[in-house]
């Protein structure tokens, strides 16, 4: 990587430790209560059935519902752990050398730095709502929480990819993360109906809650395994292709 690429790391990694150290100092100092261990619980659970991105090491899954909710009940800081915890579950840790514990150590700022702004934004927005917020209160700020998490996090492993493979950012983000915000918004909108009609976790939530992230990860799985047989076709044929033009230039 070049200097102005490690700079951007090293940069992204320090902002995320201070926003993972002062929301651990806030749930330390202001504590929520116990239930918010539930959602990490659920976060984690959900987080371990990821999907592989077909054309970069990154993988997505279907916890942000729960994240969303953690936003929603338990504020910006219990959020933003369960955020950082459940990246290092969807990031794989080697021992093949540096590389791949620096870009955990990246992944988890980024996420962890993304859910903490977006959150702040919710609770900016929320401030002019009513108490306890209805479902029209929670609409505008809930749907600027998953545009702002999303961005913030797709556009700063966007510009990594990029440095790493001498690409333009603007590209690989529409390449590979401009339809994964469909799973933000899915999950936005099932935490949303969970914290205005329930406010709180119980069996009869999750009764509900789990058959829609399985269709929705199902869903998910099947498209992006047909995408990377797609991809695998593709590269055999120019494979195939290359062949030819070697042999026929032999000749």
């Given at each position: 990587?070049s200097?102005?690429?490690?700079?951007?790391?090293?940069t992204?990694?320090?902002?995320?430790?201070?926003?993972i150290?002062?929301?651990?100092?806030?749930?330390?100092?202001?504590?929520?209560?116990?239930?918010?261990?539930w959602?990490?619980?659920?976060?984690?659970?959900?987080?371990?059935?990821?999907?592989?991105?077909?054309?970069?090491?990154?993988?997505?899954?279907?916890?942000?519902?729960?994240?969303f909710?953690?936003?929603?009940?338990?504020?910006?800081s219990?959020?933003?752990?369960?955020?950082?915890?459940?990246?290092l579950?969807?990031?794989?840790?080697?021992?093949?050398?540096?590389?791949?514990?620096?870009?955990?150590?990246?992944?988890?700022?980024?996420?962890?730095?993304?859910?903490?702004?977006?959150?702040?934004?919710?609770?900016?927005?929320?401030?002019?709502?009513?108490?306890?917020?209805?479902?029209?209160?929670?609409?505008?700020?809930?749907?600027?929480?998953?545009?702002?998490?999303?961005?913030?996090?797709?556009?700063?492993?966007?510009?990594?990819?990029?440095?790493?493979?001498r690409?333009?950012?603007?590209?690989?983000?529409?390449?590979?993360?401009?339809?994964?915000?469909?799973?933000?918004?899915?999950?936005?909108?099932?935490?949303?109906?969970?914290?205005?009609?329930?406010?709180?976790?119980?069996?009869?939530a999750?009764?509900?809650?789990?058959?829609?992230?399985?269709?929705?990860?199902?869903?998910?799985?099947?498209?992006?395994?047909?995408?990377?047989?797609?991809?695998?076709?593709?590269?055999?044929?120019?494979?195939?292709?290359?062949?030819?033009?070697?042999?026929?230039?032999?000749?």
């Amino acid at each position: 990587l070049s200097f102005g690429a490690r700079l951007y790391i090293a940069t992204v990694v320090a902002v995320g430790a201070y926003v993972i150290g002062t929301s651990a100092y806030d749930v330390v100092v202001h504590p929520t209560g116990h239930e918010w261990l539930w959602l990490a619980g659920l976060t984690f659970l959900t987080g371990s059935f990821s999907i592989k991105l077909p054309s970069i090491s990154a993988r997505i899954s279907v916890s942000e519902t729960f994240v969303f909710a953690a936003v929603l009940l338990f504020g910006p800081s219990a959020s933003t752990l369960i955020v950082a915890f459940d990246t290092l579950i969807l990031t794989s840790w080697t021992h093949g050398g540096d590389r791949p514990r620096v870009g955990a150590m990246f992944n988890v700022s980024a996420g962890s730095t993304a859910i903490w702004v977006g959150a702040h934004v919710f609770q900016l927005l929320l401030h002019a709502t009513s108490t306890p917020p209805e479902l029209e209160d929670l609409l505008i700020p809930v749907s600027l929480l998953a545009t702002t998490y999303f961005a913030i996090n797709s556009s700063l492993i966007a510009v990594a990819v990029a440095c790493e493979r001498r690409l333009s950012p603007i590209e690989v983000w529409k390449n590979n993360f401009i339809w994964i915000g469909l799973n933000y918004v899915g999950g936005a909108c099932v935490a949303m109906l969970l914290v205005t009609y329930r406010q709180r976790i119980d069996f009869t939530a999750l009764s509900v809650i789990v058959p829609l992230l399985v269709i929705t990860y199902l869903t998910f799985r099947t498209s992006l395994g047909r995408l990377e047989d797609a991809n695998r076709h593709i590269a055999q044929v120019n494979s195939l292709y290359l062949s030819t033009i070697e042999t026929l230039a032999m000749a």
